[in-house]
């Protein structure tokens, strides 16, 4: 079974654009991920927020959470053509705890 | 450093033949994951080795699938025999150790039963 939710399904926009992708879960976490599947490829990790942050940076990425909302967003500045791929968040219950993928978000952008 | 390596990438069989994944992980990891992928969904945990025990093999159909981990280090997940409905790709995925967040995960599997 998903845990998480991801929103929209698919996105495209334009070179240049920022893409958000959103993601809603059910149960308590330890720590939310972001990865990235290009096309026929395995998942690369992306980021993780812990449930005591708020937001997280890492180049042109920026993950908030709300652990009230049980969600968590992700924000893609200045995008590129290399960004199109479909992006999954996976939530952490803790030590031992298996990780629970979302549905996914494919994004295209467009050049 | 060499990422996790999987072999085959894509295989092709008739239903009620079996088939086997082979899973490099990462040297020095402790942790290998074995995730089912359908089309269009995230991947599924099937089951996770802390070295060579399968310490959560929940999610793992037991009446066809099997898998192993000879010596903590490699890995190989069987199915006997395939149905139609095990269509999907076969990821593999190491971290350091339970405690590692993170997991780095191997290119897939896809298999096409038919």
């Known amino acids: 079974s998903q845990q998480g939710e991801e929103d929209p399904q698919a996105l495209s926009i334009q070179e240049g654009e920022n893409a958000t992708m959103n993601c809603s879960y059910k149960?308590?976490?330890?720590?939310l991920q972001w990865y990235r599947q290009n096309s026929g490829r395995g998942l690369v990790h992306l980021i993780l927020i812990r449930s005591n942050e708020r937001e997280k940076h890492s180049g042109r990425l920026r993950v908030t959470l709300d652990t009230s909302k049980k969600s968590s967003s992700l924000l893609i500045t200045a995008s590129r053509a290399a960004d199109t791929a479909s992006y999954f968040c996976a939530t952490d219950g803790g030590y031992g705890n298996k990780l629970v993928f979302g549905a996914g978000t494919i994004l295209r952008v467009k050049s | 450093e060499a990422g996790v390596v999987q072999s085959p990438r894509y295989k092709i069989i008739e239903k009620k033949q079996p088939v086997a994944f082979w899973c490099n992980p990462i040297s020095g990891h402790n942790t290998l994951y074995w995730y089912r992928q359908n089309l269009g969904q995230g991947p599924e945990l099937l089951i996770r080795y802390e070295n060579e025990e399968a310490v959560d093999d929940s999610q793992l159909p037991k009446d066809r699938f099997s898998a192993e981990r000879l010596k903590g280090v490699d890995s190989t997940l069987k199915i006997q025999p395939a149905e139609l409905g095990d269509s999907a790709v076969y990821l593999c995925?190491?971290?350091?150790?339970?405690?590692?967040?993170?997991?780095?995960f191997g290119p897939g599997t896809r298999l096409l039963v038919l």
């Open positions: 995925a190491s971290s350091l150790d339970r405690v590692s967040e993170t997991q780095y």
């Open positions: 149960t308590s976490i330890n720590n």
